[in-house]
């Protein structure tokens, strides 16, 4: 099992995001969590982060422990880009991961051009792709992304959809997004949520066409 | 880390990886080379006329003002000032003068920086010292400088006095922009950190430096000119041999305006370049970073 939430309840002040939710998930795959905005998603995806913890309930398969007892590494991709500005495109994908060139990965995502930029000079749809080639770069048994295709034209984001597929063959992805069509392209599994406070409104799982 | 945009540096950083270029005709690339360098000279000189035109206002301002009133004890005129200028930058003893001061002065700058960086870095981390040293912040801001003055000159000699009041001048200055630059990091980018598993030199480098750098930069920028102002005062109060202050003070005794103007603008000199050199300094520093 990938990451499980067993009756895990949050709350912001009096405002109930999660109440008793259970919900589990493989260990890889790519798994849709569709809903309508404000829904409390992003709290979901934070707290499978680690970045918040529940009031209540247990969640097994976190940045701090895996179902087998060792951490999870955690890729994630939030809904702003959160790039450090004082460095070129390059040097925020290149930071997380020494290791990996970051230039192949920027060609296939459309902005090796731009790699020398500093951030703050490209374009929103640029700034978006450096963030993912980050969480790509980052690698790790999970990839959480906060509506990740927002603000890109329809052509890049197919383009930058089929770069995950892959990627779900050996680890769990799990995006989040109001985008019936990204769902249905990406998601081989799509949980359609809604609320607050946060519960399922029905599960399929989308049979591979191909 | 690049803060401000050095156009002058790229173009000199890419000429020598031309002839290197599979580019046939080294000739034209290297008059290119030298073409580029005179027109931003030229335009740099125009920039630097402009200064000058504007200084040029000022001094013609102040000469007429000197004329109207016509008595050189009340404004000296700048004929005088500046003639007054010359016989001091002729004189060795005016430069033992000015480097005795100044010594003392931006020790008691550099103190400040150094002590304000680690107290807001401490204020900021630990909220117990936050609580504890928020009234003596308070209480430094809110005292008249004469009155540290007067205090320090009962505690200490009167050299050790002018290092100390510039010192507390600028200490809160410093202490405080960074705090605020602290604080204002963002949240957003530390968090991003926290889940890519940044080093903690990696979250000061690329987080919170370029967050606190604007701050710090204004902390020294009016910090220097603080500085200079207390020290001054310190100085003419405490009167050590051989300083500027002193000079003032010699200046007011025996009636000299056109001393005291001429002293003041070595001061406001000094300080200019100073505050340019430290600036060019962080600069320098953080490029290389």
Request: contains cysteine; proline residues 5%; glycine residues 8%.
């Given at each position: 099992?990938?990451?499980?939430?067993?009756?895990?309840?949050?709350?912001?002040?009096?405002?109930?995001?999660?109440?008793?939710?259970?919900?589990?998930?493989?260990?890889?795959?790519?798994?849709?969590?569709?809903?309508?905005?404000?829904?409390?998603?992003?709290?979901?995806?934070?707290?499978?982060?680690g970045?918040?913890?529940?009031?209540?309930?247990?969640?097994?398969?976190?940045?701090?422990?895996?179902?087998?007892?060792?951490?999870?590494?955690?890729?994630?991709?939030?809904?702003?880009?959160?790039?450090?500005?004082?460095?070129?495109?390059?040097?925020?994908?290149?930071?997380?991961?020494?290791?990996?060139?970051p230039d192949p990965l920027m060609d296939r995502l459309g902005i090796l051009e731009a790699a020398d930029k500093q951030v703050h000079d490209l374009s929103g749809g640029m700034q978006r792709r450096v963030a993912l080639a980050r969480a790509i770069a980052y690698g790790g048994d999970v990839y959480l992304l906060d509506e990740p295709f927002k603000g890109l034209d329809p052509d890049t984001k197919k383009k930058i959809m089929d770069q995950f597929k892959p990627l779900g063959r050996h680890a769990l992805i799990v995006f989040v997004t109001h985008d019936a069509a990204e769902a249905a392209y990406l998601g081989e599994q799509i949980i359609e949520l809604t609320g607050p406070p946060l519960h399922r409104k029905e599960a399929c799982l989308k049979q591979d066409l191909l | 880390m690049r803060i401000s945009t050095t156009s002058d540096k790229s173009v000199n950083q890419n000429q020598p990886n031309q002839p290197n270029q599979p580019n046939q005709s080294n000739?034209?690339?290297q008059q290119v080379g030298i073409g580029k360098p005179q027109a931003s000279l030229w335009a740099?000189?125009?920039?630097?006329?402009?200064?000058?035109?504007?200084?040029?206002?000022?001094?013609?301002?102040?000469?007429?003002?000197?004329?109207?009133?016509?008595?050189?004890?009340?404004?000296?005129?700048?004929?005088?000032?500046?003639?007054?200028?010359?016989?001091?930058l002729s004189s060795k003893p005016f430069y033992v003068?000015?480097?005795?001061?100044?010594?003392?002065?931006?020790?008691?700058?550099?103190?400040?920086?150094?002590?304000?960086?680690?107290?807001?870095?401490?204020?900021?981390t630990v909220p117990f010292f936050k609580r504890l040293?928020?009234?003596?912040?308070?209480?430094?801001?809110?005292?008249?400088?004469?009155?540290?003055?007067?205090?320090?000159?009962?505690?200490?000699?009167?050299?050790?006095?002018?290092?100390?009041?510039?010192?507390?001048?600028?200490?809160?200055?410093?202490?405080?922009?960074?705090?605020?630059?602290?604080?204002?990091?963002?949240?957003?980018l530390l968090e991003m950190g926290r889940m890519y598993h940044f080093s903690r030199w990696k979250i000061i480098r690329y987080v919170y430096?370029?967050?606190?750098?604007?701050?710090?930069?204004?902390?020294?920028t009016t910090g220097i000119g603080f500085a200079w102002k207390s020290g001054i005062a310190a100085e003419v109060l405490g009167t050590p041999k051989g300083s500027v202050g002193q000079a003032l003070y010699e200046a007011k005794i025996y009636l000299e305006t056109p001393d005291l103007f001429a002293w003041t603008l070595v001061v406001i000199v000094l300080s200019l370049i100073i505050e340019r050199g430290v600036l060019w300094l962080i600069h320098w520093t953080a490029a290389r970073l």
């Open positions: 099992m990938g990451i499980e939430l067993i009756k895990v309840s949050k709350a912001y002040g009096h405002q109930i995001i999660l109440q008793d939710f259970t919900l589990s998930l493989p260990d890889k795959g790519i798994v849709c969590l569709q809903g309508p905005s404000g829904c409390g998603k992003t709290t979901l995806l934070r707290l499978m982060a970045l918040e913890q529940p009031d209540h309930g247990e969640i097994r398969g976190t940045a701090s422990q895996k179902s087998d007892g060792a951490p999870l590494k955690i890729a994630m991709v939030f809904q702003e880009d959160r790039l450090l500005p004082s460095l070129s495109a390059r040097r925020n994908i290149a930071i997380v991961n020494k290791d990996v060139d | 000739q034209p690339n740099r000189l125009w920039k630097k006329s402009h200064g000058l035109l504007v200084v040029i206002f000022w001094i013609m301002t102040w000469g007429i003002a000197s004329l109207s009133v016509g008595q050189e004890l009340l404004i000296p005129s700048p004929q005088v000032v500046f003639g007054r200028l010359a016989v001091l003068t000015v480097l005795a001061s100044m010594g003392r002065i931006m020790a008691g700058f550099l103190l400040a920086v150094a002590a304000g960086i680690l107290l807001s870095v401490l204020t900021e040293f928020a009234p003596l912040v308070g209480m430094i801001k809110a005292t008249p400088v004469a009155s540290f003055i007067i205090l320090a000159l009962v505690w200490l000699n009167s050299e050790g006095v002018v290092t100390f009041v510039s010192f507390l001048m600028v200490l809160p200055l410093v202490w405080g922009n960074l705090s605020q630059g602290i604080r204002t990091t963002d949240r957003d430096i370029p967050a606190v750098m604007p701050h710090f930069i204004s902390a020294i």
